[in-house]
């Protein structure tokens, strides 16, 4: 039997994300942290601030993946609908967590309003354990294998970096590239036989157009870098011999 595999769904919150307005640069960061934890992610979603898809896409995707990390919706203001949200996939009730009411209300407030805004982001599902946020605002919040943080990037970023130590990894993802300047079709069939006689490392080949040359950017991963070698060797003397040069 192969080492254990651990994945990871990642959901992405927010009508502004989906809008355009917004980029997105959380997926992006999760996905290189949890690969080198080794855990590879399986699948990302985008998704609006609708109480009904949140918990449909949670409770879809919790049940298949090892972890769920969501980013977005946490905040102060009335379309922060996350916590309230995962409370109810999970069937429990949204209650105010006395450490994160405890830390905002050391913090001084314009006014009662103020204060009654800020103290949303103290709602966590009833049973729900916190992810340390390092910035000093608000903590994120994890129940069961679902781990909750915020959108914005560098809090996403803090938050992330105090789960390396608690999510659980097997063998990390390595990789190998080259580049050549000629189209994918030209290589195509060869490129299928050796994917076919190593099924266990991933082969991709992505295009790209540079100053007017069509090319190709060849991935080869996998955690057996006995095999991984053997991959890449196996695709720089493909390419050689179809006229190419492997850079």
């Known amino acids: 039997m192969g080492e254990r595999i651990f994945t990871a769904a990642v959901i992405v919150i927010g009508n502004e994300i989906l809008s355009g307005r917004t980029q997105d640069t959380n997926l992006r960061d999760i996905a290189i942290a949890l690969g ?3 855990i590879r992610v399986g699948e990302a979603r ?9 918990v449909a896409v949670v409770n879809e995707v919790r049940v298949r993946y090892d972890y769920v990390l969501t980013t977005g919706g946490i905040g102060p203001t009335h379309d922060d609908i996350t916590a309230a949200s995962i409370a109810k ?4 009730e949204l209650i105010e967590h006395p450490q994160i009411a405890e830390f905002l209300r050391t913090r001084r407030a314009a006014s009662p309003d103020v204060m009654a805004a800020r103290l949303r982001m103290a709602r966590v599902p009833r049973g729900a354990g916190l992810i340390d946020n390092s910035t000093g605002g608000p903590p994120g919040f994890c129940i069961e294998n679902v781990y909750v943080m915020a959108g914005i990037p560098v809090v996403m970023r803090a ?8 999510l659980q990894g097997g063998a990390v993802m390595q990789s190998r ?12 069939r060869q490129l ?6 190593y099924p266990e490392i991933e082969i991709g080949s992505y295009p790209f157009m540079k100053e007017d040359r069509a090319g190709t950017t060849l991935v080869m991963r996998g955690t057996d870098v006995v095999q991984l070698d053997a991959v890449e060797r196996q695709v720089r003397d493909m390419v050689i011999q179809a006229g190419h040069t492997p850079m």
Do not use: K, R
């Not at 938050?159 to 608690?166: G, K, N, R, T, W």
């Not at 590239?177 to 195509?188: F, K, L, N, Q, R």
């Open 89 to 92: 996939a999970f069937g429990v």
């Open 192 to 197: 299928e036989a050796i994917q076919l006689a």
């Open 46 to 54: 985008m998704i609006p601030d609708i109480e009904s898809t949140i």
């Open 177 to 188: 590239s080259m580049t050549i300047y000629t189209g994918e079709s030209t290589i195509a």
């Open 36 to 38: 080198s934890w080794g």
């Open 159 to 166: 938050m992330l970096a105090s789960l390396e130590h608690q």
